[in-house]
T-cell receptor, first 116, second 111 residues
Framework: DTAVSQTPKYLVTQMGNDKSIKCEQN?????MYWYKQDSKKFLKIMFS???????INETVPNRFSPKSPDKAHLNLHINSLELGDSAVYFC???????????????FGPGTRLTVL | QQQVKQSPQSLIVQKGGISIINCAYE??????FPWYQQFPGKGPALLIA?????SEKKEGRFTISFNKSAKQFSLHIMDSQPGDSATYFC??????????FGTGTRLKVLA
């Protein structure tokens, strides 16, 4: 069974469109994340959610709106897509840190977004 | 202060050799330092991680060395194999919800 899954794997769209990427984890984790990996492989955190609550928003434009309907899902909706949004988007999850727990992040397979 | 500097950007090693990747940080609030391995078309996967209360951690052929006073940590891959060819990322976290990643090192192990 896939621990963290994302759909779709590839997304090609025109500038100005609105699109969504879905993420689901079956690990029972409390915390979920969205990352953006650009063409130079640089990996940057966008959002962190804990128990469906937004914890971190790393100065991401408000065209990006994450939504967490429950602890197992964190979807990413992007409005008015721009050329610079082209990247690979990764969802990840981890268990909230408690004494003795590691903070292993489990990443999904990624969604390659291409904006034309 | 939130940066993690990683070097080298790329590395070519002969099979059986030692691969060494270095990272440096400035924020003393960081208290968890994982290394991730990423193969093309895949998401990053945790390789090994360390906390600042130990200076070294070894798991199989992979070792993290940690120098708290210098604010540096490194990944050593012993007996490097062609299957180790991937991009490696160091990261640092001041808490559960935020991770700062290094810029990545593309490792190629020649057969």
């Amino acid at each position: 069974d896939t621990a963290v899954s994302q759909t779709p794997k590839y997304l090609v769209t025109q500038m100005g469109n609105d699109k969504s990427i879905k993420c689901e984890q079956n690990l029972g984790h409390d915390t979920m994340y969205w990352y953006k990996q650009d063409s130079k492989k640089f990996l940057k955190i966008m959002f962190s959610y804990n128990n469906k609550e937004l914890i971190i928003n790393e100065t991401v434009p408000n065209r990006f709106s994450p939504k967490s309907p429950d602890k197992a899902h964190l979807n990413l909706h992007i409005n008015s897509l721009e050329l610079g949004d082209s990247a690979v988007y990764f969802c990840a999850s981890s268990q909230e840190r408690l004494r003795g727990y590691t903070d292993t992040q489990y990443f999904g397979p990624g969604t390659r977004l291409t904006v034309l | 202060q939130q940066q993690v500097k990683q070097s080298p950007q790329s590395l070519i090693v002969q099979k059986g050799g030692i691969s060494i990747i270095n990272c440096a940080y400035e924020n003393t609030a960081f208290d968890y330092f994982p290394w991730y391995q990423q193969f093309p078309g895949k998401g990053p996967a945790l390789l090994i991680a360390i906390r600042p209360d130990v200076s070294e951690k070894k798991e199989g052929r992979f070792t993290i060395s940690f120098n708290k006073s210098a604010k540096q940590f490194s990944l050593h891959i012993m007996d490097s194999q062609p299957g180790d060819s991937a991009t490696y990322f160091c990261a640092a976290s001041p808490g559960t919800y935020k991770y700062i990643f290094g810029t990545g090192t593309r490792l190629k192990v020649l057969a």
